[in-house]
T-cell receptor, first 117, second 113 residues
């Protein structure tokens, strides 16, 4: 079974600074997807970024980027130029590649990010 | 506007009562999912459905039941057999295929006393 581990329950960053959230996972699959979701105080889950395991290039979405190390099964999220609106719970998630069927997400336990002035 | 709606946002029930949580989507997605969120445990899958009148158990299905009579709707019933029903419940949907993400509703906070 796949597992996802987020070892940092809480992190703090100053506004405009950079922070990196860690995620490791365990799988025997060679192809899969990894995601970072953001859950602000409203509790709405918002997709931040996605990485396909077959792609060597790290995904980037504006101020958000990942460091995907497939051999190490590591998938960290870097937030640059942090803003107050980035304060939220961040979840790392794994999904198998299924063709033609629905596929569940396996989530880590989350990292609560605080952004200070 | 396209999206997923869950109602109500907050729900209170007495122990021993069944309660049904609503989830509706107008995204024309084939698959729908129910997750449970507890503090410090992330999200765990309860049930999912790929097509009308078909659904599969997730990791923590005991004490829950679902139905999928319409493509747009996937209600979740929390039965009296669920030992710890108080939690935040999230519904999601997606297209079926290799690369489609899941989109989430706003969630329902259920409190059972």
């Amino acid at each position: 079974a796949q597992t996802v581990t987020q070892s940092q329950p809480e992190m703090s960053v100053q506004e405009a600074e950079t922070v990196t959230l860690s995620c490791t996972y365990d799988t025997s699959e060679s192809d899969y997807y990894l995601f970072w979701y953001k859950q602000p105080p409203s509790r709405q889950m918002i997709l931040v970024i996605r990485q396909e395991a077959y792609k060597q290039q790290n995904a980037t979405e504006n101020r958000f980027s990942v460091n995907f190390q497939k051999a190490a099964k590591s998938f960290s999220l870097k937030i640059s130029d942090s803003q107050l609106g980035d304060a939220a719970m961040y979840f790392c998630a794994y999904r198998r590649v299924n063709t033609g069927t629905a596929s569940k997400l396996t989530f880590g336990t989350g990292t609560r990010l605080q952004v200070t002035l | 506007d396209g999206g997923i709606t869950q109602s109500p946002k907050y729900l209170f029930r007495k122990e021993g009562q069944n309660v049904t949580l609503s989830c509706e989507q107008n995204l024309n997605h084939d698959a729908m999912y129910w997750y449970r969120q507890d503090p410090g445990q992330g999200l765990r899958l309860i049930y999912y459905s790929q097509i009308v009148n078909d659904f599969q158990k997730g990791d923590i299905a005991e004490g829950y039941s679902v139905s999928r009579e319409k493509k747009e709707s996937f209600p979740l019933t929390v039965t009296s057999a669920q030992k710890n029903p108080t939690a935040f419940y999230l519904c999601a949907s997606s297209m079926i295929g290799i690369s489609y993400e899941q989109y989430f509703g706003p969630g329902t906070r259920l409190t059972v006393t």
